[in-house]
Every structure is written in structure tokens, then in C-alpha cells.
């Protein structure tokens, strides 16, 4: 075989409620979905996957692939329909979920926070308002009781800065904001508090049950050897690894109290110094020159994993690879970046990282949020009209991968 992973590693892949569940419209991004421009052509979740009534059948395919682990999320406003108010029914669906994934060997890694927001919650202010964090917690201790039993590890909130940067910068994510620095910087101030917050109370409910966040690290690297390109790199990766922990103090989300990292990587940018984009904080940002670009439209190469990790290994913690894919239509594509980027993987746990799993992105094709129907990550194809999976070559060797726990000879 070739390079060997650590007995015990962790194969899974990574799902987002709203994504794939389908009829998810009493939340901020239901609501978005429906104005006009949002979604790449008029694409809606309304049906998604159906991952909401088949998640047996789509559980069973993670069995045939061979994963012991998976990633998923819970929607918030599904289970707190109205603030302070739960649903007892849905409690009992993701008990049944986490229990079909239990009953087949594989273990459940649970989202709080995937993005998606009760309506409720978004209509006071979402992340922006004050009193944010509570109310997560609120949430978070109902989740933590009724399906702690269930869960093998915690992520308490996905990408928070990434989801700061679409919602109010970018404007990709709801509410739709663009260049409103002081919201972002509320936005991923609450998000810290509340991370914080949901850590503590995990931990006293479930004391042996591992906590963390996803933290997505776009990289940015300097298009040139210049000081100046430097600076700007530097700059620019700053504003998406850190945030705000108390009054003018910075941290890097990677540093926050935590039993272990979690590292989404996809892609990386070249940037420059331009004095003509003061909008920009004077950055010109572009595609790397010579690096693959996904249909996401962004570079990526899968060396770059190694080094994205190597960033991890003096805070001395266990790290997930909690997303990591390629957009693309073509499958033997999608396979030559499974071997590279665990390559890379494998050589970051030869540097000495403490690498204990790697989470692909995705199992199956889904909503992929603003970009609709579009962008294919999965391991798995599902047919937009009949809704029938297959698993794609692409799945099979990541299965094969999984049950020798090595990359295969050669490789």
C-alpha cells in the first residue's frame, strides 16, 4: 500500500442540513432563496436531496463507502420553530438520524450552526443583535440534552468568519449585506462569544465528548516577493483568520477554547497591493497563475493542504480536515485530488501533525447555497428529477481508501 494513516483515522464526509434536507422554509435562507437574483438560476432548497426522508437510504450509501465517521448538521429552526419554543417531533427525527448512523458503525460529528438561521432569530438581528449568543445557547443546551447520548464529537459553528465575510460583505449569504465592516465585525464578535458559550455548557452536560468549530482557511498568498504583495497577503488573511475577542483585541479562530481543530481548506488567491482599491483595503485579489480553478471559480492545489496544517502543529491539538472537495463535473478529476490532497495529508502527519480524520466535502451532490444546483462536489450523484442516488468511481475509491486506512500502492 502506500502512505498509511494513524489507526484509528477518521474517514468521513461532510453535509449541511439546509443543503440536503429539503422543506426547510422557516429559516434566513428560505427566505433569501425567495427574492429575485439570489440564487444562480432560481435555484431553491424547496426539495434539495430529501435528505429529510431518505436519510436511511443515505445513510446506507455512507455504509457501502465504507465511512466510520460523518459530518452533518441540525437546523436550528426546525427545532426551535419559534423562540423558546421546541419541537418535539423534530427531536425525534435527529435522534432517529444519529441513530441509523450509530447502528451503522458510523459516527456522528454534530453542526450547531451551518449557516442557516430560524427566522425569528434572523428577523431581531441575527448574529448582528445584541443578544445573539444567548439565545444560540438556549438552543445549543436543548440539542446537548435531548441527543448528546447520541453524538461522537461537536462543532459548535461552521466557517464563522467566512459567514460574516458572505453576509456582510460580499453579500452572497443572507441578509445580503455589502461592505458593512462594522456588521462583520459584530457578526464574528457574537459568533466567538457564542462559541465560547456552547463549549462550556457541552462540556458540563457531556464532559467526554470532543468540542470544536470549523474553521475555513482561504488562503491568500503574495503575488510577488515584494514587501509590499507581502503585507497585502498578510493583510488580507488576517481579516479571515481572526476575530474579535474583547475590546480591540484580535484572535485567530484556530486558538479558541477548544478539545481539538477543525480546518476546511479548498482554495487560495494571489494577492497584490494596488493603491486603486481603497475599497479593498488597497488588495487586488485573483485567481493563483498556474494553479487549477474549480467551477467555484477560485484556485486550488492539493499541495497546499500540507502547509494549511503544518500552520496547526504547535498548538498541540487533534486536527479534522472537517471539509475539503473539488467543484468539478469531472469525475477522474475528482479522484486525482482525492489522492493528492490525503497525500498532503498524510505528509502533514509526517511533519508531526496530529491529523485524526479527514471529512470530504461532500457525500452527495446538493444545494450549494448561492450557487444552486451547479457546483458538483459529491461522492454520490443525485439525478434532480428522479432524486436517485449512485455513488459516482470517485466514492469507490475513496471507499477502497477508507478500508485499507492508506492511500493505495504507488500513491
Not at 440536503?20 to 424547496?46: C, H, K, L, M, Y
Not at 455589502?178 to 464578535?189: K, N, P, S
Not at 487560495?268 to 485573483?286: G, L, W, Y
Not at 497546499?304 to 467543484?327: C, F, H, I, Q, S
Request: aromatic share 12%; glycine share 8%; with cysteine.
Amino acid at each position: 500500500m502506500g502512505a498509511r494513516f494513524p489507526q484509528g483515522f477518521l474517514w468521513g464526509t461532510s453535509s449541511a442540513a439546509h443543503q440536503v434536507e429539503g422543506d426547510n422554509r422557516n429559516n434566513d435562507w428560505w427566505e433569501f432563496e425567495q427574492q429575485p437574483g439570489r440564487i444562480a438560476g432560481g435555484d431553491t432548497s424547496e426539495v434539495a436531496c430529501d435528505h429529510y426522508n431518505r436519510y436511511r437510504e443515505d445513510v446506507a450509501l455512507l455504509r457501502e463507502m465504507k465511512q466510520n465517521a460523518h459530518r452533518l448538521s441540525i437546523e436550528w429552526s426546525r427545532i426551535e420553530p419559534a423562540e423558546g419554543e421546541f419541537d418535539p417531533r423534530q427531536l425525534r427525527h435527529y435522534r432517529d438520524e444519529l441513530g441509523e448512523l450509530r447502528e451503522q458503525g458510523i459516527l456522528p460529528m454534530v453542526t450547531l450552526h451551518h449557516f442557516s438561521s430560524p427566522l425569528w432569530f434572523a428577523h431581531r438581528g441575527g448574529w448582528a443583535a445584541a443578544g445573539s449568543p444567548d439565545a444560540f445557547l438556549r438552543f445549543v443546551r436543548k440539542a446537548v440534552d435531548e441527543l448528546g447520548d447520541l453524538v461522537h464529537m461537536w462543532c459548535t459553528i461552521n466557517e464563522p468568519t467566512i459567514y460574516a465575510a458572505n453576509g456582510w460583505i460580499t453579500g452572497e449569504f443572507p441578509p445580503g449585506r455589502r461592505a458593512d465592516l462594522a456588521g462583520q465585525y459584530r457578526v464574528t464578535r457574537n459568533m466567538h462569544r457564542a462559541h465560547e458559550m456552547a463549549y462550556v455548557a457541552i462540556k458540563k452536560r457531556w464532559p467526554d465528548s470532543p468540542v470544536g468549530l470549523s474553521h475555513h482557511k482561504f488562503l491568500f498568498l503574495p503575488a510577488s516577493d515584494t514587501r509590499r504583495d507581502w503585507l497585502a497577503a498578510r493583510t488580507a488573511q488576517m481579516v479571515v483568520d481572526r476575530w474579535p475577542v474583547g475590546p480591540g483585541r484580535l484572535q485567530r479562530v484556530v486558538e479558541a477554547t477548544s478539545d481539538y481543530i477543525g480546518i476546511a481548506h479548498y482554495w487560495a488567491q494571489a494577492c497584490a497591493f494596488d493603491p486603486r482599491r481603497p475599497q479593498d483595503q488597497f488588495i487586488r485579489r485573483f485567481n493563483v497563475p498556474g494553479a487549477p480553478v474549480t467551477d467555484m471559480g477560485w484556485s486550488a492545489d492539493p499541495r497546499w493542504m500540507r502547509d494549511v496544517l503544518g500552520e496547526l502543529r504547535a498548538l498541540g491539538k487533534p486536527v479534522y480536515v472537517t471539509e475539503n472537495g473539488l467543484a468539478t463535473e469531472d469525475d477522474e478529476a475528482r479522484q486525482r485530488y482525492l489522492i493528492d490532497i490525503l497525500t498532503s495529508v498524510a505528509g502533514a502527519i509526517d511533519d508531526g501533525v496530529d491529523v485524526r480524520g479527514y471529512f470530504h466535502w461532500t457525500n452527495m451532490d446538493n444545494f450549494e447555497w448561492a450557487r444552486g444546483y451547479g457546483p458538483k462536489f459529491g461522492l454520490i450523484s443525485v439525478d434532480r428529477t428522479s432524486l436517485e442516488r449512485n455513488v459516482k468511481a470517485s466514492g469507490r475509491l475513496y471507499a477502497r481508501i477508507a478500508t485499507a486506512n492508506a492511500l493505495p500502492e504507488g500513491k
